[in-house]
């Protein structure tokens, strides 16, 4: 099992070095300016100037979602050259990773072409809520290269979103980490935190690593009930074995 608990996580060291750091993303904005400059402080907040603009709005969500080191490689990373995915109805096929979720009929895909992307990571799917009452997608799909990070692991990343989630300001709660998922045969872990105020939310996140990616789905909701219904379609995952 698990050797991590909830508030017992040791501290990666890292995380301070670049956490006051601001990162440069290399995507453009929708005009086709570049996006600009993030402040790592600011990646767990949504604000409402961002929201005119898609692109940005989608680059601070993923720095939210999950916390970035800033360590970027000269060429783009296996895992953000994975291929966007189709969705058909309420079926997402990534073929790439042989890969099927059905996702819940309440929520709406972003378009898979305003996704984007940077060296070493990218969203492969952002599925809302109508209206976005939240202000923050319903799920997410993200693909993330482990070399960026000092702990390659899958304990390694939980532990990053861990630290992440108590350096939000004021820090989110972390209620429990470690529990496990069978998806396909492939050993998942989910990490459960919730946001304070000005806009309480709870998060789960459900992690594995698969063809050297970490593959995590990130379900955000109001209430501990609603992001609940959102993660039961957890279990409409499969992941058809790489062919050889």
């Known amino acids: 099992g698990m050797s991590l608990r909830s508030g017992k996580l040791p501290f990666l060291g890292s995380e301070d070095e670049f956490f006051d750091h601001t990162v ?6 929708a005009d086709g300016r570049p996006s600009g400059v993030l402040p790592m402080k600011n990646r767990f907040t949504v604000s409402r100037k961002a929201a005119t603009n898609n692109m940005k709005k989608m680059l601070i969500i993923m720095l939210w979602s ?21 969705v058909s109805g309420h079926v997402y096929t990534n073929k790439d990773l042989g890969l099927s979720y059905t996702f819940p009929e309440s929520l709406k895909a972003e378009s898979q072409d305003k996704l984007p992307k940077n060296k070493n990571s990218r969203l492969l799917l952002v599925l809302w809520k109508e209206p976005r009452d939240l202000g923050k997608p319903s799920i997410i799909i993200l693909a993330d290269d482990l070399s960026q990070y000092p702990d390659p692991t899958v304990t390694g990343y939980l ?17 429990e980490v470690g529990r496990q998922y069978d998806l396909s045969g492939i050993k998942f872990y989910r990490v459960d935190y919730e946001f304070p105020s000005p806009t309480p939310a709870y998060n789960v996140a459900i992690t594995s690593q698969i063809q050297n990616c970490e ?6 909701g109001r209430t501990k009930q609603e992001v609940e219904t959102f993660v039961q379609s957890i279990d409409t995952v499969r992941f058809a074995r790489p062919k050889r």
Do not use: E
């Open 66 to 86: 999950v916390g970035w080191s800033g360590h970027f490689s000269a060429a783009q990373s296996k895992c953000a050259a994975l291929t966007g995915g189709q």
């Open 159 to 175: 532990r990053t979103i861990v630290n992440m989630a108590k350096r939000y300001n004021p820090p989110a709660t972390v209620l």
């Open 24 to 29: 440069i993303l290399d995507c453009a904005a």
């Open 215 to 220: 593959i995590s789905f990130d379900f955000t």
